[in-house]
């Protein structure tokens, strides 16, 4: 039997108010009024697809075995790297590098339902990862920057332990063009709507269920839920309502608090049933988008088993309303702010050191002495216990799991930041070790010494001089 054995999530903590997204744009758009309810999820400046598929990944192996991992399928339309595998990078922060095929699957909304049904097919043999993140940019008073979120969602296939059995997959490739982002294009091109809905979802989404369904051997009436994203919110019902699936199946596509997330919807709507699925019931996921795949599952008695994790509603629950419009600009680009001069200076990176001390950058490993048991960061030669100070006694010890606590913060108005002020001081860790970290995702009042916190891997600047290379570490964020 193969199936989930695991699943997790992440959704950033900022939520972008609609309506303040139109306020700032009637004057130009004010068709944008009909969806400017609830809220989308945005990104923190340090945060993009990668960041947050780690974030995804974490939730989905807490308390698991990571090391058991043999595949590694990374899923997204905006990879921050076209050539540098970006799996790869996913690894190394989970460390999990060593025994490990790494993949990154991209081109399609439907990229993170085909790494679903590669790591299927690859889980049958060894326990393999899969996780989807998608952060895209929009235009400027465009419905799309309305509709859009920002997220990540992770599944871990096995075939042991399994709380969603793979039943039956079926998939269909058609170059049915419904919007498309050329190569030299930051933003999506969509086509007229009423099109998309009757050449494309009405002629092919339909059949496609049906296979699947026949595959699985069910009827459409024994689907508890189905699952389908899809911009249009009318459409995930009239496709149920086709292949005889139940309305009350029809599953809530979260965009009055999430939006769409791209090509990880599937999986986090997929995530977000799981929640609260029951042994026995049967899930349809559908993914759209230059084709259709279809994968049926039936959850399992263990899903009971499973260890605590946030989840989609976990993470849903940790928000921090944003009505700043012009943020949300900053944070990605689309507004060209005067930086000054402490924002000019170079960050060339290293790739010699970057490779030998990746464990320490990208893991956040230290090192914990043989002899004495001192927790140290980073890992040295020498122990920097006083009355220790033995040297080549330190094994490797992973500290990104561990909850530091502030030992003395400075909030800084002077230093470029693109979320003033800059928070950053010295933290330190129960277990041992301590360094200066940034702080990133905190609020005046959760930053004092003492407080809490979690590590979160993130952006910590980006090489716009040689290409964008985006340089990742660890920062301190409230629990």
């Known amino acids: 039997m193969v199936g989930i054995v695991a699943y997790g999530a992440y959704v950033p903590r900022l939520r972008l108010n609609r309506q303040a997204v139109y306020e700032a744009n009637k004057w130009f758009a004010p068709g ?34 990571s090391k058991r991992l043999r595949n590694l399928y990374f899923a997204s339309t905006t990879h921050p790297f076209r050539d540098r595998q970006n799996a790869g990078v996913v690894a190394a922060a989970l460390t999990i590098e060593q025994g490990l095929m790494a993949a990154d699957v991209a081109g399609s909304l439907k990229a993170g339902t085909s790494a679903l049904i590669a790591g299927l097919n690859a889980a049958t043999s060894e326990p393999t990862l899969v996780v989807a993140a998608d952060k895209r940019l929009t235009k400027v008073a465009s419905a799309n920057e309305l509709q859009y979120g920002d997220g990540a969602a992770a599944v871990l296939l096995g075939d042991s332990g399994v709380i969603a059995e793979r039943v039956a997959t079926h998939s269909v490739s058609m170059d049915f063009v419904d919007h498309f982002r050329g190569n030299e294009s930051p933003y999506d091109y969509a086509w007229e709507e009423r099109w998309i809905r009757d050449e494309g979802y009405v002629k092919i989404v339909p059949d496609a269920l049906k296979a699947a369904l026949a595959a699985a051997r069910l009827g459409p009436a024994q689907i508890q839920h189905f699952i389908m994203p899809s911009l249009m919110p009318a459409v995930p019902a009239q496709m149920a309502k086709m292949a005889g699936i139940p309305e009350p199946a029809v599953r809530d596509g979260l965009a009055a608090k999430l939006g769409h997330t791209g090509a990880a919807h599937p999986l986090m709507m997929l995530n977000h049933t799981l929640e609260s699925a029951k042994a026995g019931d049967h899930i349809l996921v559908v993914a759209f988008g230059q084709g259709v795949d ?38 990605n680009e689309l507004l060209p702010l005067d930086k000054g001069m402490r924002a000019e200076f170079d960050k060339k990176t290293a790739l010699s050191i970057l490779w030998r001390k990746r464990d320490m950058l990208y893991g956040l490993v230290g090192g914990k002495c043989r002899k004495c048991g001192t927790v140290q960061f980073p890992k040295t ?80 600047d980006t090489d716009v001089m040689r290409g964008g290379f985006k340089r990742y570490f660890w920062k301190a964020a409230p629990v």
């Not at 809220?39 to 780690?54: F, P, S």
């Not at 049926?296 to 088993?305: G, H, N, S």
């Not at 309303?321 to 949300?328: A, R």
């Open 32 to 65: 944008l009024r009909g969806q400017a309810k609830g809220e989308r999820a945005i990104a923190h400046w340090d945060e993009d697809a990668l960041t947050m598929a780690v974030e995804a990944a974490r939730d989905c192996l807490a308390g698991l075995d």
């Open 294 to 331: 279809a994968l049926v599952f039936k959850v399992m008695p263990d899903i009971v088993k499973l260890p605590k994790r946030h989840g989609v509603s976990g993470w849903l629950e940790r928000r921090k309303e944003e009505k700043n419009y012009m943020k949300y600009l900053a944070f």
């Open 381 to 460: 030669d020498v122990c920097v216990n006083p009355e220790c100070h033995a040297t080549d006694t330190q094994d490797p010890y992973a500290m990104a799991d561990l909850q530091p606590s502030i030992l003395s913060f400075t909030a800084d108005e002077l230093t470029y930041d693109p979320d003033p002020p800059a928070y950053y001081g010295m933290i330190t860790f129960p277990e041992g070790g301590r360094f200066m970290a940034d702080f990133t995702d905190c609020d005046q009042d959760q930053v004092k010494v003492g407080a809490k916190m979690r590590m979160t891997f993130r952006i910590r």
